[in-house]
Structures are given as structure tokens and as C-alpha cells.
């Protein structure tokens, strides 16, 4: 009887070891995600804010307000936008 109950608490004590193990990493992982360079597997630089931030507010916001807008002026905007980008960009490699 001792046996099998040293047993049952050597893999009662592994389980609770591993759960653990579980929910350090996930509260880990949460915010270690924005020091990870891109290179090597964080965060591309278009990703949205976090939720809770006020930069993440005015992203809603923003989201929202280009949701509302009619398609047309939404390409509009999205084509001056690019063309900006890309002027400056093609202004360097010249």
C-alpha cells in the first residue's frame, strides 16, 4: 500500500508541475511577444496595438471610421497613401 500511494503522489506532483509549467508560459508569452525582434519571429511592424492601450483605441476608432466610409473614397485614400510610401521610397533608390 505505501508503494502505490508514493506512486500516486509522485504523478499527482508531475501533473501539478506541468499545469504549472502551462500558465507561467502563457503569462510569459503574452508580453514577451513585443521584445522578440521580427527577425526572429516577433511581431511584424503592422500589427495592431494591444487591446487596453490608447493606442489601440485610436486604431479602433480609425478601423471604425474607414468601415463607415463608402468603398470608393476608401481606395482613394489607400492610393494616396501608397503613392506617399512610395514616392519617398523610389525618391531613395534613385
Known sequence: MP???RSIVSLL???AELA???TVNEKLSAGMGDYVPQWA???PPDAPPRPGTPQYDAYMKERE???LM???DREKEEQAQKGTAGSTSGDAVR
Open 3 to 5: 508503494r502505490r500511494f
Open 13 to 15: 506532483a508531475l501533473a
Open 20 to 22: 504549472g509549467c502551462g
Open 41 to 43: 519571429g516577433g511581431l
Open 65 to 67: 471610421r474607414k468601415r
Open 70 to 72: 463608402p468603398a470608393a
